[in-house]
């Protein structure tokens, strides 16, 4: 069972105010996880930002956790940049406020989060990769671009079975002002709701 306050936050969300232009852009990514459900095999959804630090790792969380709210099995969604950084931080409070539960499962550089949306459920582990890391998977998975630097700074994704640019603004551009915990709320809301659209979509 999905955690009830992540339930709550999931109901909450108002996909009609997706416009036909955005659904448009989110539509390869509904066909390639029918297929792979159609066909009775794994869903590999890796999604990718120049850093994995805030959207790719937002992309990750909500879409497992929806994939678990709309019953979807064999779904494994992964993250990773074209460099690697870290997990910001409010971006995992983010997720917390939300209704994951969020651990810090070491510091440094580079800390592990544990990001769990239900209580019998693997966590998601939140951390900052790049493409090549051993994470992740090598052949089979959807490459979903959520930066536009990203998509035009890395052409090519090895392994990648196809590649879907679906990008959103990066809210580090209000880090460290007054806004900073409005816009990560808002950037997370969006695309939570865009990943509701998507796996409602789904035909089990």
């Known amino acids: 069972m999905i955690f009830s306050k992540l339930s709550e936050k999931i109901d909450s969300l108002d996909t009609t105010i997706i416009s036909e232009e955005r659904k448009a852009v989110l539509q390869p990514l509904i066909d ?34 929806m994939g678990s709210y709309f019953g979807i099995k064999n779904l494994f969604c992964y993250s990773a940049g074209t460099e690697a950084t870290a997990l910001f931080s409010v971006a995992a409070e983010t997720l917390s406020n939300s209704g994951f539960k969020v651990d810090k499962l070491s510091e440094g550089s580079n800390p592990v989060y544990s990001l769990k949306y239900a209580e019998n459920t693997h966590p998601i582990i939140g951390f900052s990769k790049t493409i090549t890391s ?45 806004q900073q915990a409005e816009k990560y709320f808002e950037r997370s809301t969006q695309i939570a709701t865009e990943m509701k659209f998507i796996f409602s979509q789904i035909k089990l």
């Open 134 to 178: 051993n994470f992740n998977p090598k052949t089979g998975f959807a490459a979903i671009m959520t930066c536009s630097s990203a998509d035009q700074g890395c052409p090519f994704i090895a392994g990648a079975e196809q590649r879907i640019p679906i990008t959103y603004e990066d809210p580090k551009v209000a880090d460290g002002t007054p």
């Open 32 to 65: 390639f996880i029918q297929s792979k459900l159609d066909a009775k095999t794994t869903v590999n959804l890796n999604f990718i930002c120049t850093h994995n630090s805030r959207r790719s790792h937002l992309s990750q969380a909500w879409a497992q956790a």
